[in-house]
């Protein structure tokens, strides 16, 4: 294996990571007692969006040719 499938990798991992972390920050009861008194909570979806774009990365460079 290739040193950049193992960055890939990690991209992929970490992604994965920040989603679900995301995911259990938005349904915390912290969260949802910031977004019932009416404000936003950027940190959770933050990390989703982070996330996302993590695992893309990571995708990307395990299946590009070279």
Known sequence: MNF???IAAIFVVLGIILITYGFTELNS???QFTRAIGQ???NAVGSIVAG???VIIGLYLFLRKQ
Do not use: F
């Open 29 to 31: 009861l912290e969260s």
């Open 40 to 42: 936003k909570d950027n």
């Open 52 to 54: 996302a774009v993590s």
């Open 4 to 6: 950049k499938k193992i």
